[in-house]
């Protein structure tokens, strides 16, 4: 005989499932928190400063972010592989000032922009294929990258070049108005938001992607299971490498000049959105939306400090200092609790 449970009843395993189906994995907390994090931000410099609340000064975070943005999307590949890239900076001053020389030399700007990103990806894939194939740490062979990328900013011009080519020029001045509005952003933002859409999708849609989440979360299995493992590892560095060459073409159009000490440091910027966005730096979990929110908090800092006006611009680091330590905290307590 079997026996029926009354109409309308549950079983106590289906109610806790279904009391546990509104929770986030605690994968994404780190993203959520991010997000709570930003618009407590907006919302806080709203009532605190006049004139913080508009669309443009949402905007404007995109506008003068836009090449930030494309490198931490480049580094939440390398970082999801539970690798690191210190060279985006200097790859990044790199494109720029190459760049400008070349078309000071009278290059046409389109080749002289496909010159760069190819060079931008071969130095990405030459250290993704050191990396890999002979087995030496990410952190050392980036900082060599780093090194050299550097260096040959010298070689190219110890001297600030401005670029006057009609081309640059316009993308740079250029506006895209958003329809009916007086609100704008600038080319570079449609460029870095095309790259978050096409990486978000190659993540999630892509069996590359799949193979970066397996590789990250042990390269060990995911040999195992058959993945292109050495073609992912060093297929992220050229992803990266390309990211940091676009990324310096965009400050480039940002600028309208090269110069071999810009982007100083900017590395270390990219990591900190990439961390604070929901990237964990041991591989495995991480958003490509998670970066980009981790940029725009790293914006609105800076903007809510120069609304400020008596605070001095270091503060901007002591701050994103603060806050990369309570991510890198939280991650841990996420990985110790287990995936769920």
Not at 176 to 187: A, D, I, K, M
Not at 303 to 315: A, D, K, P, Q
């Amino acid at each position: 005989m079997t026996a029926t449970m009354p109409t309308g009843t549950t079983t106590p395993a289906a109610s806790a499932a279904r009391s546990r189906s509104w929770r986030p994995s605690r994968r994404l907390v780190p993203t959520l928190a991010t997000f709570v994090l930003f618009v407590a931000l907006f919302a806080g410099g709203s009532l605190r400063y006049d004139g913080f609340f508009s669309g443009q000064v949402l905007l404007n975070l995109f506008v003068d972010n836009a090449f930030l943005i494309v490198l931490a999307v480049g580094m939440t590949f390398v970082i999801l592989t539970g690798g690191i890239d210190l060279s985006v900076g200097s790859v990044v001053a790199l494109s720029g000032v190459l760049s400008a020389k070349l078309l000071a030399a009278g290059w046409a700007p389109v080749p002289v922009m496909l010159l760069v990103l190819v060079l931008g990806t071969a130095l990405g894939l030459a250290m993704g294929a050191v990396i890999h194939y002979l087995d030496v740490q990410p952190f050392v062979v980036t900082l060599a990258g780093m090194f050299l990328a550097r260096g040959l900013c010298y070689v190219v011009s110890v001297e600030s070049i401005p670029i006057r080519d009609p081309l640059f020029t316009a993308f740079a001045t250029g506006a895209v108005y958003l329809p009916g509005t007086e609100l704008y952003v600038s080319p570079s933002v449609l460029v870095a938001l095309a790259v978050v859409a096409i990486a978000a999708y190659v993540l999630a849609c892509t069996r590359f992607g799949r193979g970066v989440y397996a590789v990250g979360g042990s390269s060990h299995s995911a040999m195992l299971m058959g993945l292109p493992v050495a073609r992912i590892r060093v297929g992220v560095y050229a992803i990266s490498g390309f990211c940091s060459a676009l990324g310096g073409l965009l400050f480039a159009f940002y600028a309208l000049s090269g110069y071999s000490l810009a982007a100083v440091g900017t590395e270390l910027d990219a990591i900190a959105a990439t961390v604070i966005g929901g990237t964990l730096l041991s591989g495995g979990v991480g958003l490509v939306a998670g970066s980009l929110l981790g940029v725009l908090v790293l914006g609105l800092i800076q903007t809510v400090i120069s609304f400020e006006g008596t605070l001095s611009s270091w503060w901007t680091k002591i701050v994103i200092g603060v806050l990369l330590l309570a991510f890198v905290v939280l991650q841990r307590v996420i990985v110790r609790g287990g995936p769920r």
